[in-house]
C-alpha cells in the first residue's frame, strides 16, 4: 500500500502561535531566515535574518498558507509587499 507523503507540521505550529498570541493580546514576531526566496526589505536584514511584525496592526492582508506567509507590511513609512516561505521561519514568539 502506498502511503502519502505527510505535511509538515511547521505552518500549523507558526498558525497555532499566532492564534495563542492574538488572542491573549501580545504582539506576534516571526523571525525569519533570509535568502533569495524570502522577499523583504533588504535593508532591514541583519546577519541573514529579519525579525517581522506580524501584528493586525502591522500588517494588511496576512495570510499564512502551508508554504508561504504574505501580507504588506510598511517599513520606514513604506507600504511593501513581504513573501515568507514558510520553511525560512525560524522562530516566532510573543514580544511581551
Given amino acids: 500500500m502506498e502511503t502519502a507523503e505527510t ?4 505552518p500549523y505550529l507558526v498558525r497555532a502561535m499566532y492564534e495563542w498570541c492574538v488572542d491573549n493580546g501580545f504582539t506576534p ?4 531566515s533570509v535568502d533569495s526566496s524570502v522577499r523583504v ?4 536584514v541583519r546577519d541573514g535574518e529579519i525579525v ?9 492582508q496576512l495570510s499564512m498558507g502551508n508554504a508561504f506567509i ?3 507590511g510598511r517599513f520606514s513609512g513604506v507600504a511593501r509587499d513581504i ?8 522562530a516566532i514568539y510573543a514580544r511581551e
Fill in 83 to 90: 513573501v515568507v516561505p514558510m520553511e525560512r521561519v525560524s
Fill in 41 to 44: 526589505p533588504q535593508e532591514f
Fill in 29 to 32: 514576531f516571526l523571525v525569519v
Fill in 70 to 72: 504574505e501580507f504588506k
Fill in 7 to 10: 505535511t509538515s507540521t511547521r
Fill in 52 to 60: 517581522l511584525n506580524v501584528s493586525a496592526g502591522a500588517t494588511n
